[in-house]
């Protein structure tokens, strides 16, 4: 069997200012830069992605890879008309040659261009519209997709990640060829039963690493193993602004209705969901507590600026807390934030040059929908590290993935050293530190400008995750409580408070 491969991958932040242009796919910030046919193939034997997963399931089944595009950027607000097209006309252009006898993407789920709120389900009707309907379509999804009607008709399955942090990028893959092995054996899609929750779930209570989501998802592989069925849980990404953004439980087999029953008992009561976090200052002030009484490391998640959620990664109201509780006094250079970004700091840092010391100014003061953020911190800055900003993921998540960050620096001010580059990026591997000389392990405190992916890499690190990791709210363009957002096409009843 010859198998077309393509992924898009973008979550969009539509309450966030930056959109994504073609360039924003060619930086490879956060994602592997653009591939195109046998290039594809050597990208994601080196990188952990979904289509990794699947094309190591595809060759145990002696099956053939016809790669096409594959493509992902930083999330951000909408996806431009001019990289949704290019992107679909590429993939498109691929599905015309009809050289396949069935098709796999790689998708997020929670893409949205300037024309179409359910991108990726525009995307999946065209390829459908070409490939006719006996042609077998199967999708991978991330775990904060906004699953569409027009994405489950279109597709005869689809499965999601099961963890956050993503660490299941491969196993995703695997499971989507196992879907696709069951459609080809039974000569058909199998039956699907679906049910969409009426809230909004905040993705400060969506790790799977901790209750109430590790739980649910334990339940759902019991479910699947009980039941033959293959089932997904997408706690949505709440930040998307059209009619069927929310959480949506779904499963394929002959026990369907069932396994959905099931879960939908269980992950369907609201007030478990409720959200969970601190204030900058309290943040801090809990941290170096803790960290004078733990031989470890503490570890403060700046929710509201994370790049990897549509935040621009550079505000400093993280910043500012730990200077004005004197953190950097408390624990001289033992207390690093990053990443921030700032690519006028990095260049200014870089012309300075190692262990110079420059008067500026770090981050941005940014109008957010909870009012204005911190303003940008004066100081002098002494250069501690130079980098190129190229890092290779060690960790856990997206395991082998080189960054492209550009000119990238470490600055120290008042004790606290901070992680400065020219590309935006969710923290989520201590690469990201050790690139400019600055160990996680060494840290009494690290803020990272990360939800949860940071777990996957940094957890490690702490003595109790669950007094050792805070969430924290500091303002930034992705808001925690997504009933304070400003919805204008999601009905009231779904944006609902646990």
């Given at each position: 069997?010859?198998?077309?491969?393509?992924?898009?991958?973008?979550?969009?932040?539509?309450?966030?200012?930056?959109r994504?242009?073609?360039?924003?796919?060619?930086?490879?910030?956060?994602?592997?830069?653009?591939?195109?046919?046998?290039?594809?193939?050597?990208?994601?034997?080196?990188?952990?992605?979904?289509?990794?997963?699947?094309?190591?399931?595809?060759?145990?089944?002696?099956?053939?890879?016809?790669?096409?595009?594959?493509?992902?950027?930083?999330?951000?607000?909408?996806?431009?008309?001019?990289?949704?097209?290019?992107?679909?006309?590429?993939?498109?252009?691929?599905?015309?040659?009809?050289?396949?006898?069935?098709?796999?993407?790689?998708?997020?789920?929670?893409?949205?261009?300037?024309?179409?709120?359910?991108?990726?389900?525009?995307?999946?009707?065209?390829?459908?519209?070409?490939?006719?309907?006996?042609?077998?379509?199967?999708?991978?999804?991330?775990?904060?997709?906004n699953?569409?009607?027009?994405?489950?008709?279109?597709?005869?399955?689809?499965?999601?990640?099961?963890?956050y942090?993503?660490?299941?990028?491969?196993?995703?893959?695997?499971?989507?060829?196992?879907?696709?092995?069951?459609?080809?054996?039974?000569?058909?899609?199998?039956?699907?039963?679906?049910?969409?929750?009426?809230?909004?779930?905040?993705?400060?209570?969506?790790?799977?690493?901790?209750?109430?989501?590790?739980?649910?998802?334990?339940?759902?592989?019991?479910?699947?193993?009980?039941?033959?069925?293959?089932?997904?849980?997408?706690?949505?990404?709440p930040?998307?602004?059209?009619e069927?953004?929310?959480?949506?439980?779904?499963s394929?087999?002959?026990?369907?209705?069932?396994t959905?029953?099931?879960?939908?008992?269980?992950?369907?009561?609201?007030?478990?969901?409720?959200?969970?976090?601190?204030?900058a200052?309290?943040a801090?002030?809990?941290?170096?507590?803790?960290?004078?009484?733990?031989?470890?490391?503490?570890?403060?998640?700046?929710?509201?600026?994370?790049?990897?959620?549509?935040?621009?990664?550079?505000?400093?109201?993280?910043?500012?807390?730990?200077?004005?509780?004197?953190?950097?006094?408390?624990?001289?250079?033992?207390?690093?934030?990053?990443?921030?970004?700032?690519?006028?700091?990095?260049?200014?840092?870089?012309?300075?040059?190692?262990?110079?010391?420059?008067?500026?100014?770090?981050?941005?003061?940014?109008?957010?929908?909870?009012?204005?953020?911190?303003?940008?911190?004066?100081?002098?800055?002494?250069?501690?590290?130079?980098?190129?900003?190229?890092?290779?993921?060690?960790?856990p998540?997206?395991?082998?993935?080189?960054?492209?960050?550009?000119?990238?620096?470490?600055?120290?001010?008042?004790?606290?050293?901070?992680?400065?580059?020219?590309?935006?990026?969710?923290?989520?591997?201590?690469?990201?530190?050790?690139?400019?000389?600055?160990?996680?392990?060494?840290?009494?405190?690290?803020?990272?400008?990360?939800?949860?992916?940071?777990?996957?890499?940094?957890?490690?690190?702490?003595?109790?995750?669950?007094?050792?990791?805070?969430?924290?709210?500091?303002?930034?363009?992705?808001?925690?409580?997504p009933?304070?957002?400003?919805?204008?096409?999601?009905?009231?009843?779904?944006?609902?408070?646990?």
């Amino acid at each position: 069997m010859r198998v077309l491969v393509a992924g898009f991958k973008h979550e969009t932040n539509t309450f966030a200012e930056h959109r994504a242009d073609w360039s924003a796919f060619e930086r490879g910030e956060m994602m592997p830069r653009p591939v195109h046919g046998s290039a594809m193939l050597e990208m994601i034997a080196s990188v952990d992605l979904s289509a990794s997963g699947f094309a190591r399931q595809a060759e145990l089944r002696g099956w053939t890879l016809v790669p096409s595009l594959w493509c992902g950027a930083v999330p951000s607000s909408y996806v431009t008309d001019d990289a949704f097209e290019k992107i679909s006309d590429r993939i498109l252009a691929d599905v015309r040659k009809l050289d396949f006898d069935a098709i796999y993407l790689e998708l997020h789920g929670a893409a949205m261009s300037e024309s179409f709120d359910d991108a990726e389900g525009e995307l999946l009707k065209r390829v459908r519209e070409i490939a006719g309907p006996q042609t077998p379509i199967v999708a991978s999804l991330d775990l904060h997709a906004n699953v569409t009607k027009a994405m489950l008709r279109h597709a005869d399955a689809l499965v999601a990640f099961r963890t956050y942090p993503h660490t299941d990028y491969v196993q995703t893959g695997e499971r989507a060829a196992e879907l696709l092995e069951r459609i080809v054996r039974n000569g058909g899609r199998e039956e699907c039963s679906v049910e969409r929750l009426p809230f909004l779930i905040s993705v400060s209570v969506q790790s799977t690493s901790v209750e109430p989501a590790r739980r649910c998802y334990q339940l759902l592989e019991k479910l699947d193993q009980r039941f033959d069925t293959v089932s997904s849980f997408c706690m949505a990404f709440p930040a998307s602004d059209f009619e069927e953004c929310g959480p949506v439980i779904w499963s394929h087999g002959a026990r369907a209705q069932d396994t959905v029953a099931m879960l939908a008992a269980s992950i369907g009561e609201p007030s478990q969901w409720r959200l969970n976090a601190l204030s900058a200052s309290a943040a801090v002030d809990f941290a170096l507590e803790r960290a004078a009484a733990s031989p470890c490391t503490v570890v403060i998640a700046d929710l509201q600026d994370n790049p990897g959620t549509g935040g621009t990664g550079s505000t400093t109201g993280m910043l500012h807390a730990l200077l004005d509780a004197e953190a950097g006094r408390v624990f001289p250079r033992r207390v690093a934030l990053g990443v921030l970004y700032d690519p006028v700091a990095a260049a200014r840092a870089h012309e300075a040059g190692l262990g110079q010391s420059f008067d500026g100014e770090l981050g941005e003061m940014l109008d957010t929908p909870a009012g204005p953020s911190a303003p940008p911190l004066q100081g002098r800055f002494q250069v501690t590290a130079l980098s190129d900003g190229v890092a290779t993921f060690k960790g856990p998540k997206m395991t082998g993935f080189q960054t492209q960050l550009g000119a990238t620096a470490c600055l120290e001010i008042d004790g606290v050293l901070v992680v400065v580059a020219s590309g935006r990026i969710g923290t989520q591997d201590r690469e990201l530190f050790r690139m400019v000389g600055v160990d996680p392990k060494a840290m009494k405190i690290v803020v990272v400008k990360s939800s949860h992916h940071f777990r996957a890499d940094f957890d490690e690190l702490v003595e109790n995750t669950a007094t050792d990791i805070v969430i924290a709210h500091s303002p930034g363009l992705f808001l925690a409580d997504p009933g304070e957002l400003p919805w204008k096409k999601l009905s009231s009843a779904t944006r609902t408070r646990p």
